[in-house]
């Protein structure tokens, strides 16, 4: 039996239940709907763009020429600065010039005396021809004597050439620079014996200009070869190309180049091809055997696709990106991306014209989820997600 006290309590603890219960209600059926998530997007288009591939080159004079002595004989003197220009005629080295010297006189002395028996010659075929028509001498004695003022005639023109090649000898004992530029250490110093045409005694490098050589991969030729067969790269021609030097610490060289040589067949050593440019080089900032970056401007693609490098993401199948469907669902999709265009992904398949591309609001997303597209810079984008870098195949 209950109390009289205690049937007040119950009776306001069950009113208390009940105005709960219908709060609880009231707060449930009052609830906003839930937002969709709202993402930042880019319209696909298509567009011309240059395509500029890139390889690594080397730097080589565009003359290297070897000095070399073309006489044999004791070196006396080396004239110039080594490691410094030159100019076309400085003097560099010194062969001792007398026994030289003494050659070319003796020269000119075999000159003189073959001078001589020509004169005699003439005296003595002057005399026996009017004695052959009184016929005191014979015949043969008028031949021997127009035989021998020929051979004396004969043996001056062969002192002549003995004293071309003395005088030859001896202006190449001393060696001059054949052109402009920088010159390496000597290999030889006074006192040394040096055989002619053999021993090598320096090299001048013209570096202005210089050459850049790079050798391209088969693959890369093969396959620009399709890509300009089928339309889809713009190609000028291979010596309208031109090209733009990155040096090794990152900044870019000032002078453009040309191409002006295309080797005709590969390399077997290494299945490449070599390409040569030309570049000017007045402040010598390149050098022999530099390595360089080289960037080949001239070709261009058409309808190519660029989209923000921070919507390219990585997946187990490589690289993809998220698209907003035309139900504003999101969709997975596997995209090529090839390379770099500044702050973009060049994508050579998986997107087409048109197709909305999520770029900002990825961490908010999944597949099949449904989000509120606004145009890309729309609204201030708190995501700072580095971009990811697709695999290369």
């Not at 003189?112 to 043969?140: I, W």
């Not at 010598?284 to 989209?307: E, M, S, T, W, Y």
């Not at 992904?345 to 014209?353: A, E, R, V």
Request: hydrophobic residues 40%; aromatic residues 4%.
């Amino acid at each position: 039996m209950i109390g009289p006290g205690v049937q007040p309590r119950m009776l306001m603890l069950a009113v208390a239940v009940v105005l709960g219960l219908s709060g609880c209600r009231q707060e449930a059926g009052s609830a906003p709907p839930q937002q969709l998530p709202q993402v930042e997007v880019v319209t696909v288009t298509t567009q011309t763009v240059p395509d500029e591939p890139e390889f690594i080159g080397q730097a080589e004079a565009s003359r290297p020429v070897e000095i070399r002595s073309q006489v044999t004989g004791i070196l006396k003197a080396v004239l110039y600065p080594e490691g410094r220009d030159v100019k076309k005629g400085d003097r560099l080295y010194q062969i001792d010039p007398v026994p030289f010297q003494a050659a070319a006189a003796g020269a000119k002395a075999k000159i003189a005396q073959a001078e001589a028996k020509v004169v005699q010659a003439k005296q003595d075929l002057a005399r026996v021809k009017p004695l052959l028509a009184d016929q005191a001498v014979s015949q043969k004695d008028v031949d021997d004597a127009i035989a021998a003022d020929l051979s004396a005639k004969a043996a001056v023109q062969g002192a002549k050439a003995d004293l071309i090649k003395a005088q030859f000898d001896l202006d190449n004992t001393l060696i001059i620079a054949p052109i402009a530029g920088l010159i390496e250490r000597s290999r030889y110093y006074e006192g040394r014996l040096v055989s002619a045409q053999t021993d090598l005694l320096t090299t001048i490098h013209r570096v202005d200009p210089m050459y850049v050589v790079v050798s391209v991969p088969e693959t890369f030729l093969l396959k620009r070869q399709r890509d300009i067969e089928q339309k889809k790269i713009e190609h000028p021609g291979v010596y309208q190309l031109r090209g733009v030097l990155k040096l090794m610490d990152g900044t870019l060289y000032p002078q453009e180049g040309v191409l002006d040589l295309m080797e005709p067949g590969l390399r077997t050593e290494t299945g490449s091809r070599q390409v040569r440019m030309t570049f000017a080089n007045p402040k010598r900032a390149l050098l022999p055997g530099q390595f360089v970056n080289v960037k080949f401007k001239g070709d261009a693609k058409p309808n190519a696709v660029l989209i923000p490098q921070r919507s390219v993401q990585q997946g187990p199948q490589g690289p993809f990106v998220y698209v907003v469907g035309p139900e504003d669902k999101i969709e997975i999709r596997n995209v090529q991306a090839s390379a770099w265009q500044g702050d973009q992904w060049l994508i050579d398949s998986g997107l087409q014209t048109g197709e909305r591309v999520v770029v900002n609001g990825l961490m908010k997303i999944g597949p099949g989820a449904l989000v509120n597209a606004v145009p890309l810079g729309a609204v201030p984008s708190t995501e700072t997600a580095p971009p990811t870098e697709p695999k290369q195949g």
